[in-house]
């Protein structure tokens, strides 16, 4: 091996290391606040249209165990189907150690991962694939606390990195169709804080809060 290409297998290495804490933090900020969720509010409204606390939790514990088998290599599309379970606070908790696990594997940056949710055909790098998931635990992390009438701050490396994958995602007439990942971007400029622009480009409203709270 070349000095040259040496140098660029080391890059590579040092940025797929940092990609994997910096996942390993956005499942740490979700798990955290999915922690102070009482089983009272599971009934309460979030800021996903239709989805009380109960269901979003559902859905984030089975994309956290869709991406952790995906990328051990199941092509399952069964295991991307909501399964409801009866502590969904634990269940959650639990699929966000195994997605963490799975991430965190010896040579998990070698593999291409099929996500059903996305195509049955293409197969994605695993470096894309674990930017998906990381902005999908950083903004389901927010959408957890604001239903709980609280909020996530993550740190700045991880609010940038957010940013910059939130801003890669296609605004197209899809993000209006039914079971579309994310609402439509809302128009804004580069005002407020790192999270709040995550927020807008996938289609949050950061002011947003329960009915309960509001005046």
Not at 29 to 36: K, P
Not at 76 to 105: C, I, N, Q, S, T
Not at 160 to 165: D, I
Not at 166 to 189: I, K, M, Q, Y
């Amino acid at each position: 091996m070349s000095i040259e290409s040496e140098g660029k297998a080391t890059e590579t290495t040092e940025s797929n290391e940092r990609l994997r804490a910096l996942h390993a933090r956005a499942v740490g900020l979700s798990a955290g606040v999915v922690a102070r969720v009482d089983a009272e509010q599971l009934s309460d409204e979030t800021p996903c249209a239709g989805w009380d606390l109960r269901a979003l939790l559902a859905h984030m514990a089975t994309q956290d165990r869709g991406f952790a088998g995906a990328v051990r290599g199941s092509e399952d599309p069964g295991a991307w189907e909501v399964r409801p379970a009866a502590d969904p606070v634990a269940d959650y908790l639990a699929a966000a150690e195994e997605v963490v696990a799975a991430f965190a594997e010896p040579g998990v940056f070698e593999r291409t991962v099929l996500l059903p949710e996305f195509s049955t055909r293409h197969r994605f790098p695993a470096a894309t694939v674990i930017r998906f998931h990381l902005v999908d635990s950083v903004v389901h992390a927010w959408d957890v606390a604001r239903s709980i009438g609280q909020t996530v701050d993550p740190d700045p490396e991880l609010a940038l990195m957010a940013l910059e994958v939130a801003a890669a995602v296609p605004d197209g007439p899809e993000r209006s169709a039914p079971g579309a990942a994310f609402a439509p971007a809302l128009t804004a400029d580069d005002a407020g804080s790192t999270m709040e622009r995550v927020l807008r480009q996938l289609g949050r409203a950061p002011e947003w809060t329960p009915n309960s709270l509001r005046a």
